[in-house]
């Protein structure tokens, strides 16, 4: 079985987070509206949870492949701001997820399809 | 939220993966991968019926309110094309501490109604301040 290894995405973009709002139909203010993030206590607009997992997903994928995966079941921790770039570290069950400050952005539990049978 | 949305079916229906919603999907995230890593989440659950509907389904306040959790199970990646018929229920509003939480479940199931993929999202909500 492969073995994962460290990965770190590129930088997340507002271009980026403002396409996945299109892909996946959410405008949820809080992604795309500084004024609105701001009312809430942040300091910008904030990546879409599912597109921060999608992007950790993503950098599993690339390692083992997509049919290799039978569940991804994520705990979010801080908000992603544009410009994080995530890094997966392998954990004992799945991965450790960081951003460039070392903050824990998310943990994940994988499970592989092989593990199944 | 509303306690009282417990149990409520907010959506169901039938969605076709519309390739072309796969493309924006594989745009957005942006990778040599991302094609295949869209085959997997071609869906956020919670908002199949769209994010208005999940607000006011669940009375949620945007501004303090955080995905905290997200499980994805598979039985297969989407396949492009294909017409799945998909559900979205509120499985579980609570109160712990302070905040509230709310636990959605969607199913994807294929024309034969075999499961392609569930979703378990969580949400918090922040007490006001």
Do not use: C
């Not at chain 1, 959410?26 to 997992?53: E, Q, R």
Request: glycine share 8%; net charge negative; charged share 20%.
């Amino acid at each position: 079985m492969t073995q994962l290894t460290t990965a770190t995405s590129e930088p997340i973009s507002r271009v980026q987070i403002a396409r996945y709002a299109g892909a996946v139909g959410d405008f949820n203010p809080i992604h795309l509206d500084d004024a609105f993030a701001a009312k809430a206590g942040l300091p910008s607009v904030i990546a879409h949870g599912p597109l921060t997992l999608a992007l950790i997903l993503d950098l599993i994928v690339a390692q083992i492949g997509a049919e290799a995966l039978s569940s991804f079941d994520a705990r979010l921790r801080a908000p992603v701001f544009p410009g994080d770039q995530l890094t997966v570290v392998p954990s004992e069950d799945g991965v450790e997820v960081r951003n460039a400050s070392d903050v824990v952005v998310a943990t994940v539990t994988l499970s592989r399809r092989s593990e199944n049978g | 939220m509303d306690l009282g949305s417990k149990g409520e079916l907010v959506y169901e229906g039938d969605l076709r993966v519309e390739p072309l919603k796969l493309a924006e999907l594989e745009a957005a995230i942006g990778t040599p991968t991302s094609g295949a890593t869209a085959s997997l989440v071609a869906w956020f659950g919670a908002t199949i019926g769209g994010d208005e509907r999940l607000v006011e389904a669940l009375g949620m306040d945007l501004r303090r309110a955080l995905l905290s959790g997200h499980r994805y199970e598979w039985q297969r990646p989407f396949r492009a094309g294909e017409t799945v018929h998909a559900s979205l229920k509120i499985a579980d509003v609570y109160e712990k501490g302070t905040n509230q939480f709310a636990v959605l479940i969607a199913e994807f199931r294929d024309s034969a109604d075999e499961l392609i993929q569930s979703q378990h999202t969580t949400f918090i909500e922040r007490t006001a301040t």
